[in-house]
């Protein structure tokens, strides 16, 4: 086990000798990996514990990211990540709470590659965690798009998020969004506290088709 | 399934320190994680009379609308059994964020990190301090 896992190796990478095996082996136990391959389905599940374990030796949200990413490719069989795989544009169902802390981690790995950190990474990471509750909450199912936003020469600015539902829909849409009702559970502030942290904000919704919402978040200027 | 399993049982730990109630958060919340916590901080308040609640979230990383309401409702929830809460440990980006939402803590006590929150806690007549046993005392 010590030559020939490369899953060790690249823990040990980031996280030094002492802490990589205890990860690993923890990470393995709690998603009830124990020989041969781990299934596809699990692999979300097997990253996320290993997410929990590097934060306790790991600070740095980007460094995290990138040892997860790297464990991803390596269990999912793809070849080394290029920056712009990275970016990749992901369609992610959300039907559970486990699929919402999926989107969460996934999108956090993705807003990192794109260069967001700080403030405005909380707050995208805010906003995946609104519109997967609503989703969840109210349609039960749907999905969520994260894909990287361009400028006209190409550069990467920000990440669009979308939600897409085939729920109930919204019947007074237009009042929620005025501000003037606030729901029991909370949908009105959800929906307006993402409005003000991102840069456009956009809402359909047809009672008994769906909803979708679509925002785009830039990232500020780094130095 | 293992995994299921764990996510079922997996629960924030409520610790019983110097006679007030610690609630470290290390773990991207939950809605049905912060709801059994709620019922969990019920219960230990009930069983140990605490002086005191905190909620430190140093280790979390987001905090939205529900989270924010169930974490104020948490707070006032223990105001009315008598047990005053102090929350700690906002990052800035943190703190920013809720702000832009609309979304407040306003009715909370707030502290820079959980030692000062530990400290505001102090009910000041050195009751809460650890007891030193006399030879052949038993403390419990």
Redesign the interface.
Known sequence: MKIADPLLAILQRHVGDFAAAPILNVSR????WTTGALARE?VG?FLRFVE?GL?VYVDDLTQRARCVAELETLLRGERAPAPAEAVAAVELSIAS??E??DA??RA?RMLAALGFS??D???A??VV??LT?NILKYAGRGTLKLSAARDGSGCVVGVLIVATDSGPGIANLEEIMSGRYRSKT?MG??L???K??VDEFSITSEPGKGTRVSVLKRFGVRR | MPADFARATERVPVIWLQRKLVVAIQVSLTDALVDRLKVDVGGEIARRNPVGLAIDLSGADLLDSYLTQALRDLALMAQLMGVRTVISGLSPAMAITLVEMGLELSAVATALDLDHALVMLDPGDGSSSPRLSAPGEVVL
């Open positions: 136990e709690r998603v009830g699990r599940t929990l934060k709470e486990d919402v802390l969460r981690m956090r700080g403030v990474e909380v707050k990471l805010t965690s609104e509750r909370g502030r959800g307006l506290g993402t003000a942290i």
